[in-house]
């Protein structure tokens, strides 16, 4: 997970289980037996045997795995492309990934290549990942105004002046500034001014606001889209967004026009054309028309990564691929 503080409208709206968020670009996916991680491809054939203590996503060719207690990388033939060695390692973003290491040093987080070099120090005691050339990175001791950005040889292009900032997406980063969040572009301008309790980040040219306890969004140019009215609401995905009315979520389409009426306890997402949606207390799938397309059965659902989507099934582990078949089911 992202280390933001940016805070995002409602749990439900996140990526569901921890091993199956939809991002990151897999061919395989990890499984978790017998208290072991390994990998599966689509069809459900054990790759990369359960041998590991801890497993994140594929990204760009690798995957971080934890051996003995340290985190390394392998590929996609299950061979270690870097040795562990980090107390923590994290997905792959525009070729570099951020890596933790927490004994003898004044700092926690740096960034490596493919290649397992540290191309920046592990010296900042908050980071995030590499987006449109620039990082975010904690570059002050007081805690007041903590965060700023570098680009990939370390230089601060962006100097320390906010108290909380996400990831740059679509060219625009969301910051907070004198209590309030606005939007800075890659040189560090306001170009969207910090007027806004809480927000989410641009997606398909929009981003999701509050105001005033309401949410709406906003387009690149910080004119309303669509009015604060929402009790939450999420980022756009395949041209929806889920929104939340009177405790129950639906969708709406870029201009605020509702195409799944709200019905939900909760929702994820679309990706892939599938998001997840929770009634009562069992979890599906909807498609774009609404649609319950698998059917509520799941405990836990995660959001569709490329084919499959993570599940708790009975009290299992599973991966589902997009007719709702069971490619994947953990042994206990």
């Known amino acids: 997970m992202k280390n933001s503080a940016i805070v995002l409208p409602t749990a439900a709206l996140a990526a569901g289980l921890a091993f199956g968020s939809a991002f990151g670009d897999p061919a395989l ?3 978790l037996e017998d208290g072991k991680w390994g990998y599966i491809d689509a069809q459900g054939k054990i790759v990369i045997e359960p041998v590991y203590d801890g497993a994140r996503l594929f990204a760009e060719g690798l995957a971080a795995v934890c051996q003995g207690g340290l985190w390394g990388y392998v590929n996609l033939r299950g061979e270690l492309a870097v040795r562990p060695q980090f107390d923590e390692a994290f997905e792959f973003s525009d070729g570099l990934a951020r890596v933790r290491k927490a004994e003898g040093l004044t700092g926690n987080f740096g960034f490596i290549d493919k290649q397992g070099k540290l191309v920046l120090d592990l010296k900042y005691d908050r ?4 987006c449109d050339g620039l990082a975010r990175v904690d570059l002050d001791d007081d805690g007041k105004l903590a965060w700023g950005y570098i680009d990939k040889t370390g230089e601060r292009k962006i100097d320390v002046q906010f108290a909380d900032a996400a990831d740059f997406a679509e060219g625009l980063a969301a910051v907070n500034r004198d209590g309030a969040y606005g939007y800075i572009d890659a040189t560090g301008q306001m170009v969207i001014a910090p007027r806004f309790a809480k927000c989410g980040s641009f997606r398909e040219g929009r981003a999701p606001v509050e105001i005033e306890g309401k949410w709406g969004y906003l387009n690149k ?3 309303t889209i669509v009015e604060p009215q ?10 929806l967004a889920a929104v939340c009315v009177d405790s129950k979520f639906g969708f709406v389409e870029p201009s605020g026009r509702v195409t799944i009426v709200p019905r939900f306890a909760e929702a994820h997402d679309f990706h892939g054309g599938l998001a997840a949606v929770r009634l009562e207390r069992k979890w599906g799938y909807v498609d774009a028309a609404g649609n319950l397309t698998i059917e509520p059965r799941f405990d836990e659902c995660g959001d569709f990564t490329s084919e499959l989507a993570s599940v708790v099934l009975e009290g299992r582990n599973a991966w589902i691929n997009k007719k709702g078949e069971v490619v994947w ?4």
């Open 221 to 223: 140019s910080g004119e």
């Open 230 to 239: 929402y009790q939450a609401a999420g980022e756009f995905c395949d041209g």
């Open 29 to 31: 996916y990890p499984i």
């Open 127 to 130: 980071a995030g990942d590499f």
């Open 329 to 332: 089911r953990s042994t206990k």
